[in-house]
C-alpha cells in the first residue's frame, strides 16, 4: 500500500517534471530568435524594438530557473563528489538525504519569499523599469512555481533514497526516473 | 559574531557540505541562509528576491544560453568536429595537434565573449568531444578546454575589465590593448606546454587515426572546406562584433543563426534534422539551469557575506601590514586568490579594484598593468580548488564519469602556467605596458 | 541606551569621488549621535545590487539607502518625475523650492511610505547629458541615431526622431567602439569620464537633457519609527547637511571631469539655435504629458511642476 503510494508520487513528480523540462528547452531557440531579431531590426532597419530587451531577459530567467529541477533529475547538477564517490553504496543515501534537506531549505526560502513578492508585485502593479515597462507579477509567479517543482523533484529523490536505504530495493526502476531524454 | 569568526564558521560549513556532495549552488545558498539566520535573523532571507533579480536580469549573463546553444549547435550537427578535422588534416602530423587547434579556436571564441562561464562552456561544448573521441588522455583534453575557455576575460573584449577601468578611471582601451601580450603569451605557453607533455607521454594524444594518415589529397581537401565553414562561421561572429552590428552578449545569437543557416546549406554535412534544434535545446537548458542555480545560491552567499562586512576585513588586512612595495602587490594577488574561492570574478573586481588600485598607485606602480594582473589573478582564481565557478562550468560539460579529482587534477598544469605568466608580468611590467605605450603613447 | 545598528547601501563603487560623500553622511549621523546610531556603508555591489536598494530597505535587509528611481521605475512609476523629466531647470533654487514650498515633499513623503519607507532628503546630482559619436549641428541630425537612452530619456529621443536603444551598462563602450549604438547619455558628466567613454565617441551636445537629478535618501519605515525623536532629527539635520555638500562638491567634479574629458579630445557640438531650443522643449512637454497619464501621484507632481518655476 505504501509502496504504490510513493511510487505514484513519485511517478507522477519525474512525469512533471520532464514535461515541464522538455517546454523549456524550447525556451532556448525562442531567446536566439529574439535576440537575433533585435539585431537585424536594429542594424537592418535601425527600428530597435522597445521589448526584445525585456523578452530575451524573461525567456533566459524562465529557462535558468525552471530548468532547475529538470536538471536535478538529470542529476546534472554539480557537487564535489572526491569524499561521496569513496563512500559505500548506504553512506551514499544518507548523504543524499542530507543533501536534499540543505537543498530543500534553500528552495524553501525561495519560495516563501518568492511568495511574498509575488504579493507585493500584484498590490502594487510592479513593472520592468524599460520604457516598455512589462508586468512583473509572472515572474515571481514562475520563480514560486521553479522552485515549488524542484522542491518536488527533491521530495522525489528523497523518497527513492529513503526507500532504498529502509528496503534495499529501489522504488522506480531506471526508466521510469527520466533516464532517457 | 566577527566577520572573522563568520568567515571560519561559513567556510567550515561549506566544506563539510561539500563532502557531503550536496549541489554546488543549493549548499551554498542553503548555508548562507542557516547561518545567518543564527546571526541575523530571518530578515536575512530577504536578500534572496534582489539576488535573484539582480542575476536574472542581468543581460550580460545572456550570453551564457546564446553561447552553449551555439556551441551545442555547432557540436551536434558536426560543423565543430569538421573544424577540428580540417585542422588534423593540416596539422595532424605534430603529436597534440587536436589540443593545439583547440587553444586556438578557444582564443577566437575567448575574442567574442567577455565572461568566463559562456567562454568554457562554448568550448567544452565544441572541442570536448571530438578530443576525447580520438583517444586523448581525459585530463589533458579537460584542461586544454580550462585553459582556452578562461582566456574569455583577458582576451578583448572582457567585461571585467570594463568594470575595472570604469571604478578606478582607467582608459579601456588602454586595458584592452595592455592584455594582448599576456594573452599571446599565455597562449603560447599552453602550446608549448602541449608540444612538451605529449612527447615526454606520447600515450596522452594520439597521432591521427589511421584513416586520416591515408588520406587522399582530395578528401584532405573536402575536410578543409567542411572545416573552413565552421572556421567562417566563428569568424562571422566575430566580424559581427567589430562591425558594429551586435554587442558581443548579442553576438550568440548571431552565431545561432549562423549555425542553422549554415547547416541547412551545407548539405554536405547530412547530418541536419530538426529535432537537432530540441536535443541541443534541452541540452543548453540543463546547462544554464545548473549554471543559473550555481549563480544564484553563490550570489546569496556572497551577498551575505557582504552586508556582513567582509569588504572591511579585506580593507584592513591590506592596509595594516608594513611590508616592502612589492611585498604589498604580492599580498593583494595573494588575497584576490582567496577570494576567488567564495565570489566570482565581478564581484572581486568590483571589490578589490577601489580598494587596491589606490594602494598600488601610491606605491608607484601603473594602475593599467595592476588591472592586468587582476584579471590574470581572477582567471586563476575562479578556477582553483575546492571552491571556483570555472571548475563547476567544466563539470557540468564533461562527460558523465569525470569526477572532480580529475577536473582538479587537469588543471594543474594550466593553472601554473597562468600563475607563471601572472609572475613574469609582475616581474617585468614591460610585458603588459610596451604595446599600450608603443601604440597608444605613454599613458 | 540602546545603540541602533543600521546599513546603508549607496549608488556607487568604494574609492570613487561620490562614495566618499555618502560615506560622510554616514559618519555625521554617528557623530551626532554619539555613537547611538552605527552605520555600515554599502557600496555598490556589495550585497545589494543598484536594481535592489528599494528592495532590500523595504524588507528591512539594509535600513537606509540612496537610491537612483529609474532603476525602480517598475516600483515607484512617480520617481522618474521626481528624479527630473527632460527638460526640466538646472536651477538648485528653483527645484529646491519646488520640493519645500511648492508641494512636492509632503507628496513624496505619502506616496514613499505607502512603499513602507520614510522619504528623508532630497538631494541634487548634476545634469543629464547625451554624448555622440558625430557633431549634432541641429537638432534633425538626432534622426535615425541609436541612442543608449532608458526609460523617460529613451521616450524624449524617440520625439526627437532618434532609435532609444536597450544596453547593460557594462556595453556602452564597446557598442559605441564598434558603432552599434550612435550615442548615449551617462547619468551626469562624470559618470561619462569614468566610463572612458570619450575615448570611443567626442560630441557632447550642449543642452542637459535633464537639468539636474532629485534624489533621495529612504530609510526602512520600521527602522524609522523604532528611532527615538531626537535620533530622526539628527538623520534629518544630517541628510540636509548632506544635500548641501553632494551640492557643492558636484560643482567641482563636474568641472573636473569636463576638463579631464577636454584632454582626452571631448568636444562640444554647436551652440544650438532658437528654434532647436523649442524643438527640445517640446519634446520634453511630450514626455511629461505621458508620465502624467501614467498613474496618480505622477499626475500631482507634474501639475505642480507645470505651474512652477522649474518648468523654464
Ligand atoms: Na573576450
Ligand atoms: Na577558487
Known sequence: ??????????????????????????????????????????????????????????????????????????????NVDILYLSVP??????????????????LVIVCHLGWGKMEEAIEFDYRRQSEWAPSMIHFWVMIVAASAVFLLQLSSDFLQNLWQLMTGQPLLDDRETGGSA | MSVELLTAVLFGCILIAFALGVQVGLALGGIAMLVGYFTWGDAVFNVVPTTLEDNFFNFILLSIPLYIYMGQLLTRSGVGEAMFSASQAVIGRVRGSLAISVIIVCSLIGAMVGIIGAGIMTSGSIALKPMLERGYDKRLALGVIMAGGGLGILIPPSVPMIMYSAVTQNSVGRLFVAAIVPALLAVL??????????????????????????????????????????????????????????????SGAIGVIGVIGAVLLAVIYRRFKPSLLRVAGVETTLLVAVAMWIIIGASVFSNFHLLMGIQGLVARFTADLGLPPWGVILLMQGIMLLLGFIIDEFIIVLMCAPIFTPIAVSLGYDPVWFGILMILNIEIAIQTPPYGFALFYLKGIAPPGVTMLDIYRSITPFVLIKLAVLMLCIVFPELVLWLPDRLMGPG | EQTFNWRFSNLYSRGTAYAEVYENFARNIETMSNGRIRIQVLYAGEGVGQTGVLGAVKSGLVQMGAIFQPAHSGEIPFGVVEIGLPGTTDDATKLSALFHEQGWQPILEQAYNQQGVEWIETYFQPAVYVLTNKPIRSIDDFKGLKIRAPGA??????????????LAWNEIYTSLATGVIDGSIGSNLIDHRDGNHVEVAKYMYPLPVAGAQAMPIIVNKKAWDSLPEDLKAIVKTAGARHAQEQLDKSTVWVSQAVADMEAKGLQWSPEPSEADRQAWRAAARKVWNDYAKGDKISAELVKILEASGAAH
Open chain 3, 153 to 166: 530619456y529613451g521616450k524624449f529621443f524617440r520625439e526627437l526622431g532618434a532609435s532609444p536603444v536597450s
Open chain 1, 1 to 78: 500500500m505504501l509502496y504504490s503510494i510513493l511510487r505514484c508520487w513519485c511517478q507522477a513528480v519525474e512525469a512533471l517534471v520532464t514535461g515541464l523540462g522538455r517546454l523549456v528547452a524550447w525556451g532556448v531557440p525562442l531567446l536566439a530568435l529574439v535576440v537575433a531579431f533585435e539585431v537585424v531590426s536594429r542594424y537592418l532597419l535601425n527600428r530597435p524594438t522597445v521589448w526584445a530587451f525585456d523578452v530575451s531577459l524573461f525567456i533566459f530567467a524562465y529557462v535558468g530557473a525552471l530548468g532547475g529541477a529538470f536538471a536535478q533529475q538529470r542529476k546534472a547538477h554539480i
Open chain 2, 189 to 250: 605557453m599552453f602550446i608549448a606546454y602541449i608540444v612538451i607533455s605529449c612527447r615526454l607521454n606520447p600515450e596522452r594524444a594520439p597521432l591521427m587515426t589511421e584513416e586520416e594518415q591515408n588520406m587522399t589529397g582530395r578528401q584532405r581537401l573536402k575536410r578543409l572546406r567542411d572545416g573552413g565553414l565552421g572556421l567562417l562561421l566563428i569568424v562571422a561572429v566575430l566580424g559581427s562584433i567589430m562591425a558594429g552590428i551586435a554587442t558581443p552578449t548579442e
Open chain 1, 89 to 106: 553504496p548506504r553512506w551514499k543515501h544518507v548523504f543524499n538525504l542530507l543533501s536534499y534537506l540543505l537543498g530543500g531549505f534553500f
